[in-house]
């Protein structure tokens, strides 16, 4: 098989697995991936998986992948809350929340870390609309503030959640304190409730 051929074919996808490879071309020879990586062609993100480097320098691709790459999971805790403007700075990391193991992986597309929750956990996401009629899961803020809280533990003192920096007009004007207590509940955890409240009165909320 040629490249042009393959580009055609795939380019399409942003990133892929050997598995889809395989699905179209069950007589692949896998070592095409190594060559055309080896000259630029494509960039290996994780075992099994490649994007063709024309996204690289695309908004919200990044992202894109980070989903592709280790599914089931979406953009959570502070990749999420530097999206929604809560937290000043900008995260090196793109983080996701996933009910598979905790895990990294580091490519060129950036660097990318996933919490793992039990699956009944994998709710208050929404799907942001990007390029090409694609789409990546996002938390909702109350939903990344409320992982945030639950896999960190350590955001239990007064001074720990100042640490986080949050912006108290953002965080007033825009947190559904309905929602995010809803939302609270259905963590069943007495210890997270109580960072909860504890968050509500550092911020005045």
């Known amino acids: 098989m040629n490249w042009i051929e393959f580009k055609n074919k795939m380019f ?34 994780r075992r099994g998986w490649y994007a063709f480097p024309e996204y690289k320098d695309k908004p919200d691709f990044a992202e894109y992948i980070a989903v592709k790459i280790y599914n089931p999971s979406y953009i959570s805790l502070h990749s999420a809350l530097a999206f929604y403007g809560l937290i000043p700075e900008s995260v090196v990391q793109i983080t996701s929340v996933t009910s598979l193991k905790t895990a990294s992986f580091a490519n060129d ?14 709710f208050g ?14 938390a909702t803020g109350e939903k990344a503030l409320l992982d945030l809280l639950y896999l960190y ?20 004007e825009n947190l559904d ?28 909320l």
């Not at 996401?125 to 996002?138: E, H, K, N, Q, S």
């Not at 409730?193 to 550092?202: A, D, G, P, S």
């Open 153 to 172: 533990p350590f955001y239990n003192t007064e001074s720990e959640l100042l640490e986080l920096r949050l912006d108290p007009d953002i965080l007033r």
């Open 125 to 138: 996401y929404f799907r942001r609309p990007i390029a090409g009629d694609r789409a990546v899961p996002y």
């Open 177 to 204: 304190r309905r929602t995010w207590r809803s939302m609270g509940k259905r963590f069943l955890c007495a210890r997270l409730e109580k960072r909860m409240q504890l968050l509500e009165k550092v911020y005045e």
């Open 12 to 45: 399409d996808l942003v990133c892929f697995s050997i598995h889809q490879v395989y699905a179209w071309r069950p007589g692949f020879d896998r070592n095409n991936l190594v060559r055309w990586t080896k000259k630029g062609y494509l960039i290996h993100l």
């Open 109 to 122: 597309f950036g660097e990318y870390s996933y919490k793992s929750v039990k699956s009944d956990l994998m």
